[in-house]
């Protein structure tokens, strides 16, 4: 019996401009287990995306059924990088180092800036200012900022360098920060740091773990949310979820599968994730993907920054099948 009656992929932007239905925007493949296809949607606005998302989760629990949503941002950031934030702000170590960043990132990070009364949401961030106040905080002077880089090129901020700082980046706080997680090493993604230009997906990050915060803690969706594998731990059962959970959010890459032939290839990827996603499930396999990487070995340090500071990517590597 499939884990999910439903399954919504999403292909993210941290674009400072409203932009929907063509390559580089926002793109959501969702449907049931029992569809042949995916309907997909290009909203013009990360708000519209959220709004968008939160209706069809709403609807689907109403109804009983339990929803998977992947979104193709990093849920999470190279495993110094909490301590060293939380160090810098004097926030509690007693708490849990990827719910520090979320928290922070949430309270920081202002989308649709400028939008008028009434009006279309703009789209506009503060992401690049949220990426300066940190580095500001992690550096020990202008000079050796770190670890976010490379900000668009019209605007120049104090600290944040064009070119990728010194890795692993040494922060003020005695730390050493990684350019990469375990799981972008194995998925072969991009740094979570860079904020613009080529294989940059730090601006999604920024704006996506904010949005993602408020999607989860929504007081209608709160109860019945939990992000993998921050919350669940790893699976070790076909049936591992506890029955009050209706909506699992899990880190999806596109990139890890082939994209389906379309006109637009970001359509595509987000059609592809879904159809694997669902095939799978379908075969009572899915599950499966949400095991411990093979890899990784129990109760070694990549297994706990995994589990609660980097996080993982769905599908990006070999996992158990003899469970």
């Given at each position: ?117 009434g009006g279309k949401p703009t789209n506009r961030s503060n992401r690049f200012e949220v990426a300066n ?75 996506g773990i904010a949005g993602l915060h408020n999607l989860r803690n929504d007081p209608q969706l709160a ?83 995994a589990q609660l500071t980097e996080g993982w990517i769905l599908g990006c590597s070999p996992t158990m099948?003899?469970?």
């Amino acid at each position: 019996m499939p884990l999910f009656d439903f399954y919504i992929m999403v292909d993210w932007s941290g674009a400072a401009r409203r932009r929907g239905r063509r390559p580089d925007c926002i793109w959501i493949a969702h449907g049931p287990t029992e569809a042949d296809e995916p309907v997909t949607d290009s909203p013009f606005s990360r708000t519209e995306a959220i709004r968008l998302i939160r209706s069809m989760l709403l609807k689907e629990t109403a109804a009983g059924n339990r929803v998977l949503v992947g979104f193709d941002f990093a849920y999470g950031y190279p495993m110094d990088f909490s301590a060293a934030l939380q160090a810098a702000t004097g926030t509690s170590d007693q708490e849990l180092p990827w719910l520090t960043v979320w928290r922070h990132l949430r309270e920081a990070i202002k989308d649709d800036e400028g939008t008028t009364p009434g009006g279309k949401p703009t789209n506009r961030s503060n992401r690049f200012e949220v990426a300066n106040q940190i580095n500001a905080l992690l550096s020990t002077d202008p000079e050796s900022a770190g670890p976010f880089w490379c900000a668009s090129p019209e605007a120049a901020y104090r600290y944040i360098p064009q070119k990728r700082p010194p890795q692993p980046f040494q922060t003020a706080q005695g730390y050493r920060i990684k350019p990469l997680r375990l799981t972008d090493l194995r998925a072969r993604s991009g740094s979570p740091f860079r904020l613009f230009g080529t294989a940059s997906v730090g601006s999604q990050s920024l704006t996506g773990i904010a949005g993602l915060h408020n999607l989860r803690n929504d007081p209608q969706l709160a109860g019945a949310s939990v992000v993998w594998p921050f919350e669940t731990g790893w699976a070790n059962k076909a049936k591992w979820l506890p029955k009050h959970v209706f909506v699992l959010h899990a880190e999806i890459y596109p990139s890890v599968r082939d994209p389906m032939p379309d006109e637009i290839k970001d359509r595509g990827q987000v059609r592809a994730m879904w159809h694997w996603a669902r095939d799978l499930d379908r075969d009572d396999l899915l599950w499966r993907e949400f095991c411990r990487p093979v890899e990784v070995e129990t109760g070694s340090k990549e297994d706990l920054a995994a589990q609660l500071t980097e996080g993982w990517i769905l599908g990006c590597s070999p996992t158990m099948t003899n469970q």
